[in-house]
């Protein structure tokens, strides 16, 4: 361990002019040395890696890691650059670069002392004594920490320049590190410094940081971010505690030390595990870069959060799954959450099979559903023969769509280990033809299951075996029974007689279930009502050969669903002195996202003037419904805007609707609007800015 790195590893004088040329320079001595056995194998990792993140550092560090299969052991290179190379720092150039290459299968101790070492490049004395050191010998073993960087810097004569151009003075050049490091000045932390004696003399106990940090690669950034906010917080007379998410795996935080916290900070660029320990205080949540770069910034940010009484409602991943469940939801608003996680993963497969299925029929024609199967019989240069390619294609992915609902309405309620009983009871459902509702329900029970068998005391010896084994055999036992034995029958009646209904809905009565999924769809522009409108409408279609009703709805909720965008961009066009500027451009966008199906191209002005645009969208959408349903416009595709068009059935009489429904909407909108003061240049914009980019952060999936 202690020959990671050697004087044959130590480069002072590094000519290169690019990160690519630096890391092949010190790469070069580790083949020498035998550390590396694929010179070009291994660049290629160390590339990888630094397209996903640049590894410069403020501070003159470049910090170019990776795990690769071409590692033998543990290595470590450092080179000194006079002229300073490019890694992405927003400081500028670094003048000294380490390499870590780290074996795909890296211990936890070299694990250990390579994150040692990241956190000492947070060490301004650390570092400026590696800008000092003339040997080679010298600066290696003070990385190793066979040395101290005192006795390093004592070796180089006094007045002498080290290779940054600076005079031989650790003190000195350490000063000046700290102050280009953290970005801050002499006066700010003198400042602090006086905040927090007066806090001190006041008897008042410091400010409580916990935080989390983790980078990709678990080597580097993820301690050097730790190193930074510890010592930003002890400059400012805070108590900052932080778990380090890295390769050699993580130490839980005592959960008493989260609970007596003030604060919370994650600087992360995976997600963070086991977020939810930290729900309910004043969180601030960015990059690792910004934990190393800026850790005063993020200490002051998170204090401000808790003066103002600013907490988290809970963990934020990515995914609606993630979201779901919060525990101090009630049950209403859990069950539509765990509802429309499902739905939100089904969605695609929906978007795929459907168009495909379409595509099909475009191709082949309508008998195209009684192909023999392309394995057997497939010409390349016959249309049919790619028809019937499209439509299978289609109809093997439509056969997920009701295992992949029930397994991510469990996943919702019980994250991984409802998967199981989840897709078990989807399949279930399709096996008996209780459908889309079977999905629904063995969703819902498969969770259930899941979460009653997890709080059952067992054995400690057990427990290692339960989310593997136990659970996953008990819970799809269970909802299996159910679904055959129980429920399955009932259901699959219920099914049967919801799609006789809908089969047997003509004139008044599809008129005004069009008018009523166009409301629907109009009200929250991809909210839950918008989805529960347009789910009940895929739903429908999510069959190989859907009935001709099931058909209009999908072509009447489509449509509907356009009309809210186009109508906001013609309003903008026809009557542009009624919006401020930033709606202006905003109806520029709407074109497309409304010929595309896409109903959130309408929130920015939702969101600016409610009361005026969500009821004419309404009004707008209820008429492209009806009239849809009434003309008898049929559609296999759940989605494509006009891009589709000739997949519909009837196509002229649909646009026709779509452009009644769109004139409606203009005209109620511009009579609105008219009949109010008009607002300065400018006014609104930004609400509506806020409104659309509180909807791209929620990264909802699209489905209208």
């Known amino acids: 361990m202690s020959e990671m790195i050697t004087a044959d590893l130590v480069d002072l004088d590094l000519s290169a002019e690019t990160k690519e040329a630096a890391a092949r320079a010190l790469a070069e001595r580790m083949v020498t040395l035998g550390r590396v056995t694929d010179l070009e194998g291994f660049l290629a990792d160390v590339a990888a890696r630094e397209a996903q993140m640049p590894t410069g550092l403020d501070g003159g560090i470049g910090i170019p890691h990776c795990r690769s299969e071409h590692v033998t052991e543990p290595t470590l290179g450092f080179g000194r650059s006079a002229a300073g190379i490019d890694f992405g720092a927003p400081d500028g150039p670094a003048d000294l670069i380490f390499l870590i290459a780290a074996p795909a299968g890296a211990d936890d101790a070299h694990l250990t002392i390579l994150s040692s070492l990241a956190r000492q490049l947070m060490n301004a004395e650390f570092t400026s004594a590696l800008r000092a050191v003339d040997d080679a010998a010298a600066a290696a073993a003070l990385i190793r920490g066979d040395e101290s960087p005192a006795a390093a810097a004592s070796t180089v004569p006094e007045g002498t320049e080290s290779a940054d151009g600076s005079k031989n003075s650790v003190a000195v050049s350490a000063a000046a590190s700290a102050d280009t490091a953290t970005g801050t000045t002499t006066d700010t932390t003198d400042t602090t410094s006086d905040t927090t004696a007066d806090a001190g003399a006041s008897g008042e106990r410091p400010f409580r940081i916990v935080a989390v940090t983790s980078c990709p690669t678990g080597i580097a950034h993820t301690y050097m ?6 010592n930003a917080g002890r400059e400012a007379g805070i108590e900052v505690v932080v778990e380090t998410q890295g390769s050699a795996g993580f130490t839980r935080l005592d959960p008493a030390v989260i609970a007596a916290a003030d604060g919370v900070i994650f600087a992360h660029d995976v997600p963070v595990r086991d977020k939810d320990r930290f729900a309910g205080k004043p969180t601030v949540d960015v990059g690792v870069k910004a934990g190393i770069n800026k850790p005063a910034e993020l200490i002051t940010e998170v204090r401000g959060k808790a003066a103002r009484g600013e907490v988290s409602a809970g963990s934020a991943p990515g995914t609606p799954v993630e979201r779901s469940g919060d525990s101090a939801e009630g049950y209403g608003t859990k069950l539509r959450k765990w509802l429309m996680s499902g739905v939100s993963y089904m969605v695609p497969f929906v978007a795929a099979g459907g168009l495909l299925i379409a595509l099909g029929f475009a191709i082949g024609g309508y008998k195209i559903n009684k192909a023999p ?15 019937a390619l499209f439509f299978q294609i289609g109809v093997v992915s ?35 033809n209780a459908g889309f509702l ?18 059952v005391k067992i054995p400690a010896s057990l427990r290692g075996i339960m989310p593997v084994v136990v659970i996953p055999l008990i819970s799809a036992a269970i909802v299996g029974f159910l679904m055959f034995v129980v429920i399955g029958k009932p259901i699959a009646s219920a099914q049967k007689g919801m799609t006789d209904w809908l089969n047997g809905l003509t004139g008044t009565n599809a008129v005004l279930l069009g008018a009523l999924l166009g409301l629907m769809m109009c009200f929250d522009l ?12 895929t739903a429908g279609i999510a069959v190989a050969s859907p009935s001709d009703s099931a058909m209009k709805i ?17 309003a903008t066009t026809v009557r542009g002195r009624l919006f401020t500027q930033t709606e202006r451009e905003n109806g520029k966008a709407a074109w497309v996202l409304g010929a595309s199906f896409i109903s959130e191209g309408a929130i920015p002005f939702a969101a600016a003037d409610p009361l005026r ?7 707008g959408g209820a008429v492209t419904g009806s009239l849809s349903m009434a003309f008898g416009a049929t559609l296999r595709a759940p989605h494509g805007g006009i891009f589709v068009v000739p997949l519909i059935g009837n196509p002229v009489l649909y646009l026709i609707a779509i452009a009644a429904g769109v004139c409606v909407t ?39």
């Open 526 to 537: 991809g909210g839950p009502v918008n989805k529960v409108a347009y789910t009940f409408a």
């Open 225 to 230: 971010a730790a190193e930074s906010l510890e």
């Open 398 to 432: 439509f056969g997920f769509l009701v295992p992949v609902l029930a397994g991510y309405i469990a996943y919702g309620m019980a994250d991984r280990p409802g998967l199981v009983p989840g897709f078990v009871g989807g399949a279930i459902s399709l096996t008996i």
């Open 373 to 387: 199967s392309v394995m057997d019989h497939f010409m390349w240069l016959q249309a049919d023969s790619w028809g």
């Open 554 to 570: 999908m072509a009447a909720v489509m449509a509907a669903g356009m009309v809210p965008p186009l109508a906001m961009a013609l």
């Open 613 to 619: 645009v969500i009821p004419s969208a309404m009004v």
């Open 666 to 704: 203009t005209a109620l909108v511009v009579v609105l609007k008219g009949m109010r003061k008009q607002a300065p240049e400018g006014t609104g914009a930004g609400v509506a800015d806020t409104a659309i980019a509180a909807k791209v952060d929620s990264k909802e999936p699209v489905a209208a």
């Open 438 to 455: 079977g999905g629904l329900a063995a969703g819902l029970i498969a969770g259930g299951v899941v979460i009653g068998i997890q709080k």
